[in-house]
């Protein structure tokens, strides 16, 4: 069943990182056990060392020894890395730029799905008004991963004079922007169908292509409503009408600055789950890496507060998008939505209102095997 053909079960890298990482992840990999043991599948794990745990460990953020592993697996479920004890390494050696983008790359992971959702239950954590959120929002902001400024040549920086000068490239070919498209039209046909995307195409030449292109794959979807919009205008009607957008296509820098922008609106980055998708082989899954969205949060670590249904739901995209484990994706989800329901609440999501009770990391991820097993 896994892809290295060894075994009875899939088989995945797991990567819990630093800060908070380890902490959710344990949360993370009980409940998997217990939807392994429901669903009747196995998941292999190994555990591999990545960020300032690497560094520490041997050296570097991203090892070659877990980039072999990652090579051997169906999947990555990623954790988080980074913290303040590495801040001074030069930025390439840094845990987040020195794993995150060479893990994007090697795996040709170009693909980001960032779910923004704000739970109607949640509505308190949000910044934004109730009333202009009555029933949340559910926005799935579809970014481009391995191209655009990010990676485009030439990058870097020379003396000129007295002067220095810094540069980066925004590129994108018809072959980056037609494989995203499709992604997030694809992804638009099983939601509301409705695609917004988004460039910045009155000063852009990527932007223009990027349009052009778009609009092109979209006559293979005539069902979904595309529509454009400026990045700029993106930014203010993401603050004022959350609940107007479903599904949003973007470039790399933009959705790093949108999802991000989502993320805070949802109310708690805790809550959002993460999958960076790669090819797909013959059975129709993604290779894929699954991680929360948010960060290592440094300033919790160790103090079993931390909220563990992003990784938790990490997991369940994983499920679904390369181990093909729809069933118990769905399921892991709804014990998820169960438990907010029930009211319990990690601090990040506690608002002190009636109903809700103030839950730590270990008590959220066994509220949630309790729900899969109801
Ligand atoms: C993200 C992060 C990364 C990015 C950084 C850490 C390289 O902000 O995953 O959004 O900019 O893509
Ligand atoms: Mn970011």
Known sequence: MSKTGEG???????????????????????????????????????????????????GCPLPEDTVT???????????????????????????????????????GLFANLRPGVCMRELRGASPVKDELIPNGFDILCVRELTGGIYFGEPKGRRDEGDDVVAFDTMVYSRGEIERICRVAF????????RLVSVDKANVLQ??????????EVGRDF??????????????????????????????????????????????????????????????????????PSGGSAPDIAGKGVANPLAQILSVAML???????????AAVEAAVSAVIASGMRTKDIYTGSEGETLATTADMGQAVITALDL
Request: one cysteine or more; proline letters at 4%; charged letters at 25%.
């Open 222 to 291: 005539p069902e979904v409503e595309l529509t454009h919009m400026y990045v700029d205008n993106a930014a203010m009607q993401l603050l004022r009408r959350p609940d107007s957008f479903d599904v949003m296509v973007t470039g790399n820098l933009f959705g790093d600055i949108l999802s991000d922008e989502m993320a805070m609106l949802s109310g708690s980055l805790g809550m959002l789950p993460s999958a960076s998708l790669g090819g797909k082989n013959d059975q129709g899954l993604y290779f894929g890496m699954y991680e």
């Open 206 to 215: 990527t932007s223009v292509l990027w349009r052009e292109v778009c609009i």
């Open 69 to 107: 592993s990652c090579e051997g697996a169906d999947a990555i479920l990623f954790g988080s890395v980074g913290g303040p004890k590495w801040e001074g390494l030069p930025a390439d050696e840094q845990p987040e730029r020195g794993a995150l983008l060479p893990l994007r790359k090697r795996f």
């Open 8 to 58: 009875d079960g899939y088989r995945i890298a797991v990567l819990a990182g630093d800060g908070i990482g380890p902490e959710v992840m344990i949360q993370a990999l009980g409940v998997l056990d217990v939807v392994c043991g429901k669903f009747g599948f196995k998941v292999e794990r190994e555990r591999c060392l990545v960020g300032g745990a690497a560094i520490d460990a041997v």
């Open 319 to 329: 499920l679904r998008y390369s181990l093909g484990e729809v069933e118990a994706a």
């Open 186 to 193: 694809t992804a638009a046909m099983g939601r509301s169908k």
